[in-house]
């Protein structure tokens, strides 16, 4: 199990260093969509599997969908979907797809070796999660909600276009 948490943990670290270098946003998101099972595992792995489900659909369900949806959102011009369709070639998902198949036989290994962790820590259910996101941090849980609207307004607001403001009467009228 130790060599699991490494090479997750090292997954994770590669992946989210390829979401930070990247340029274009499509492919940070696909590290980033590795990174987030990454760090599932790494939960798995430390005993807690509900919050590694967590993890997985909040995250990498979630969080990426508003993603996409933003960039969508935003309306990008017909030069920018043409480059678009140049840099998404099948090499571009050669990176994430190696350390995603690396992930996956990490997880069939947990699941077919079957044991319990090293640890001692106290499995976690929905309902203590739920207390402790909605009693002593739920001004954290208030404030990151805040956070997201606010990215995303403020990604619409920059990514919008701007209408050419021009007074009624100086505006042609050819009839």
Do not use: C
């Not at 274009?24 to 489900?53: M, Q, R, T």
């Not at 404030?143 to 042609?172: C, D, T, W």
Request: proline content about 2%; aromatic content about 10%.
């Amino acid at each position: 199990m130790h060599l699991t948490f490494y090479v997750a943990s090292a997954i994770a670290v590669l992946s989210t260093i390829m979401v930070i270098t990247r340029y274009n946003l499509i492919h940070a998101l696909l590290y980033l969509v590795v990174s987030f099972l990454a760090i599932s595992i790494v939960f798995f792995v430390l005993g807690a599997p509900f919050v590694a489900a967590l993890e997985i659909i909040v995250y990498a369900g979630a969080i990426v969908v508003l993603i996409i949806f933003v960039i969508m959102m935003l309306n990008l011009k017909a030069e920018a979907v043409e480059q678009e369709r140049e840099w998404l070639t099948r090499k571009i998902f050669i990176g994430p797809a190696l350390l995603s198949v690396v992930l996956l036989a990490e997880l069939a290994y947990m699941i077919l070796q079957s044991r319990t962790t090293d640890f001692n820590a106290p499995m976690l259910d929905a309902k203590a999660v739920g207390l402790s996101l909605y009693g002593p941090y739920v001004i954290g849980v208030e404030l990151s909600g805040i956070l997201l609207m606010a990215g995303i307004v403020g990604a619409y607001h920059l990514g919008r276009q701007k209408k050419k403001v021009v007074h009624r009467f100086l505006e042609s009228t050819e009839e």
